[in-house]
């Protein structure tokens, strides 16, 4: 059974870069052919994808959020980071890792963190 877990600030300031990190256990990052991928849920508002990287180490980005975002892997770690730059308030929101099939359905969930982004 594979176990995803976010860690990172809970809290950053406007500006700032947002570091979080998807640790995964009970398998490899770089096997199958699995997305690992960020979601997040801001307050009131519904899940919103923000990116995912490929098992082969290529990533790809929500457009409106792509100049912001970066998701790299670390293999030794087995982890996968989100890094957004320049947040705002309006990037506040539980942040998700979780892994996609290639049939598009999610099938394992970290149990989320929270992050605020205040001054």
């Known amino acids: 059974q594979v176990l995803l877990k976010e860690s990172g600030p809970g809290l950053v300031k406007p500006s700032q870069t947002l570091s979080l990190a998807c640790t995964v256990s009970?398998?490899?990052?770089?096997?199958?052919?699995?997305?690992w991928s960020w979601i997040r849920q801001p307050p009131g508002k519904g899940f919103e994808w923000i990116g995912y990287?490929?098992?082969?180490?290529?990533?790809y980005y929500r457009p409106v959020l792509e100049s912001r975002t970066s998701i790299s892997r670390d293999t030794s770690k087995n982890q996968v980071t989100l890094q957004l730059t320049s947040v705002t308030p309006e990037d506040t929101a539980v942040y998700y890792c979780?892994?996609?099939?290639?049939?598009?359905?999610?099938?394992?969930w970290g149990p989320g963190t929270q992050v605020t982004v205040s001054s």
């Open positions: 979780a892994r996609r099939l290639r049939s598009g359905t999610y099938d394992s």
């Open positions: 990287m490929t098992n082969s180490g290529n990533a």
């Open positions: 009970g398998g490899s990052i770089l096997g199958d052919e699995h997305r």
